[in-house]
């Protein structure tokens, strides 16, 4: 339910009081994000366990493409709100000290963490943290991190590219226009072999920043960024648009998503013995990436249409696991590790696919209530981002 509330924010280092719509359906998305990111990466304890079968292959392809939007939705989030609540002069001064409050002084905690059970060394931890804490490889989760960085740093270059494209593309032909040579352009980089033609130069920073780490180079999904930012400068046509090509939204989504599934299982091989592999579904892969653009229309559409209905109680939860949800990313890895011990235990009763899921299960609660406990703590904000729970979280 949208509702439109009188708010006191800090624009650029000035006070501001103007109507803010408070945009219910991101909660949804976060939510439902942070959850996604659990599952796939339960998914991927359980993907090549000896016992798998057949059948699990094919729920673990479903189960994926059901749950990989998460992070083109995080990045679209992230290009929606910052280009929402930014309308005014920029302090980038301010802007950055927040975010390196919130996101980058938990990212670092967690990392040594990681670190510090990887090494068991106190001494080793911190003499590989100096290696580790810019490229995100204390834990496979964290270059995602790495990768949201780089769009907070650049978000003045961006958002004056952004602003001045505004000037000129003005009408909805224009916009669709515009949004299409820039899909066709992402496509392209991401098929021609650009990492091969790094390689090959071997440029100092530059060739590991295409090859090595191109996972958690943001110009890789700047895409997902701008569609964000057309969302969080047009929020109400944004919502119209949405709403009024809704069954041309999931037909495509479904369709592509068939064509993925498709892709992924005839892949898999079967003799002399069972292989499954799921290549096709990595994120930078062309076709991967139209499923993917797809996925945000849609997901956005469903979070959408659930905020409108949802009743107080389901409110209430999805906007909790939603304010926790950047402490508990971080610190999932470390959760999931002994969510597996309860459904392995029963392995000899329960199959593959469902031992997946209730490790999902135990993971998302424990890694959200942790959270939430060490947000209460003296130095709570250190490990979660968070100074203070409110009573209601609020879109920032």
């Known amino acids: 339910m949208t509702k439109i509330r009188l708010v006191s924010i800090i624009i650029s280092g000035y006070n501001v009081t103007m109507k803010k719509e408070h945009i219910e359906e991101i909660h949804y998305i976060r939510a439902l994000a942070f959850l996604a990111v659990v599952l796939q990466h339960s998914i991927g304890h359980y993907i090549f366990v000896p016992e798998a079968h057949l059948a699990d292959g094919v729920a673990f392809t479903f189960l994926l493409l059901i749950s990989k939007f998460a992070v083109p939705m ?19 001064g301010t802007f950055i000290k927040k975010r390196f409050s919130d996101i980058i002084v938990p990212y670092l905690f967690w990392s040594f963490i990681y670190l510090l059970f990887q090494n068991k060394d106190l001494i080793t931890a911190v003499y590989r943290f100096g290696d580790v804490f810019l490229t995100g490889k204390a834990s496979y989760h964290l270059w995602y991190v790495i990768m ?8 003045p270059i961006s958002r004056f590219i952004i602003m001045q494209a505004r000037r000129w593309i003005c009408t ?55 569609l964000g930012a057309l969302a969080g400068l047009t929020i109400t046509h944004w919502r119209a648009w949405i709403n009024r090509h809704a069954s041309w939204i999931y037909s495509i989504f479904i369709v592509m998503s068939g064509i993925m599934a498709y ?38 559409l469903f979070c959408m249409r659930v905020s409108n209905v949802a009743n107080n109680r389901t409110r209430r939860v999805i906007t909790f696991i939603s304010h926790y949800s950047y402490g508990a990313y971080l610190v999932h890895a470390f959760v999931l590790g002994v969510s597996y011990w309860l459904p392995d235990y029963f392995s000899n009763y329960i199959n593959v696919t469902l031992r997946t899921i209730i490790a ?37």
């Open 172 to 226: 909805p032909v224009a916009v669709y226009t515009a949004f299409a040579i820039l899909g066709i352009v992402y496509i392209v980089l991401m098929t021609y072999p650009i990492h091969v033609t790094a390689a090959r130069w071997n440029i100092p920073l530059i060739t590991p920043i295409l090859t090595k780490y191109a996972d958690r180079n943001a110009l890789n999904f700047f895409y997902y960024f701008a």
């Open 360 to 396: 999902f299960m135990i993971a998302s609660f424990l890694s959200v209530m942790l959270t939430y406990v060490l947000s209460k703590l003296p130095m709570g904000h250190i490990m979660t981002g968070l100074r203070k729970a409110p009573s209601k979280a609020k879109v920032s």
């Open 148 to 155: 949201i960085i780089q769009l907070y740093i650049t978000f």
């Open 74 to 92: 995080f990045i679209f989030v992230t290009g929606l709100v910052l280009f929402y609540n930014y309308d005014g002069r920029l302090n980038y």
């Open 263 to 300: 892709r992924t299982i005839s892949s898999f091989g079967l003799l002399p013995a069972l292989k499954t592999e799921y290549s096709q579904l990595l994120l930078l892969r062309p076709v991967t990436a139209i499923f993917l653009i797809s996925s945000v229309f849609a997901t956005y």
